[in-house]
């Protein structure tokens, strides 16, 4: 390739890094989750984790962990994805606001997380064809991302018995 047309090859190299973003996605999809490799989890420690690293100078995320949480069982790689998908997804829809809270029912039983943002909502017929592989909300056409990361959320978490 000629000089000149070395603009060519960073096109190629750009589209080469984003196939194989979608096709790592892809395989994270597939990946079955291993049971008998659970083991207690913070969730606090996780989401604290996600919100340091997806958060920075130009993203505040607001965590609000409750102070006392039972650990949860579960593949701290799929749950540490599968919260992070939804941190991601906040911050690129969210217009600015991301809240990350985690919890436990008065009874001890169920521990839970929640991702906020301020972003323009999804249409209610969306909704649970969002949770489909390669699907992408109308709020999210034209910009970056596959239609996977949701996809992936909902498998991780009902491998996990959760919903």
């Given at each position: 390739?000629s000089?000149?047309?070395?603009?060519?090859?960073?096109?190629?190299?750009?589209?080469?890094e984003?196939?194989?973003e979608?096709i790592g996605q892809?395989?994270d999809?597939l990946?079955?989750?291993?049971?008998?490799?659970?083991?207690?989890l913070?969730?606090?420690d996780?989401?604290?984790?996600i919100?340091?690293?997806?958060?920075?100078?130009?993203?505040?995320?607001?965590?609000?962990p409750m102070?006392?949480?039972?650990?949860?069982?579960?593949?701290?790689?799929?749950?540490?994805r599968?919260?992070?998908?939804?941190?991601?997804n906040a911050?690129?829809?969210?217009n600015g606001w991301?809240?990350?809270?985690t919890?436990?029912t008065?009874?001890?039983k169920l521990?839970?997380?929640t991702?906020e943002?301020n972003?323009?909502g999804?249409e209610?017929?969306q909704?649970?064809r969002?949770?489909?592989?390669f699907?992408?909300?109308?709020t999210?056409?034209?910009?970056?991302?596959?239609?996977?990361?949701?996809?992936?959320?909902?498998?991780?978490?009902?491998q996990?018995?959760?919903?």
């Amino acid at each position: 390739m000629s000089p000149e047309d070395s603009y060519l090859a960073e096109g190629i190299i750009s589209d080469t890094e984003e196939c194989n973003e979608i096709i790592g996605q892809f395989m994270d999809y597939l990946k079955p989750v291993n049971t008998q490799s659970f083991e207690p989890l913070s969730l606090n420690d996780i989401a604290s984790d996600i919100v340091s690293s997806e958060g920075g100078y130009e993203i505040q995320i607001d965590f609000d962990p409750m102070a006392r949480i039972k650990d949860i069982e579960g593949s701290p790689i799929a749950i540490k994805r599968a919260i992070t998908n939804l941190v991601v997804n906040a911050v690129r829809y969210g217009n600015g606001w991301v809240k990350v809270t985690t919890g436990m029912t008065a009874d001890n039983k169920l521990a839970w997380v929640t991702v906020e943002d301020n972003g323009p909502g999804i249409e209610p017929d969306q909704i649970s064809r969002l949770f489909e592989p390669f699907t992408r909300g109308d709020t999210a056409r034209g910009s970056e991302g596959t239609g996977l990361g949701l996809a992936i959320v909902k498998r991780i978490i009902s491998q996990h018995h959760a919903r």
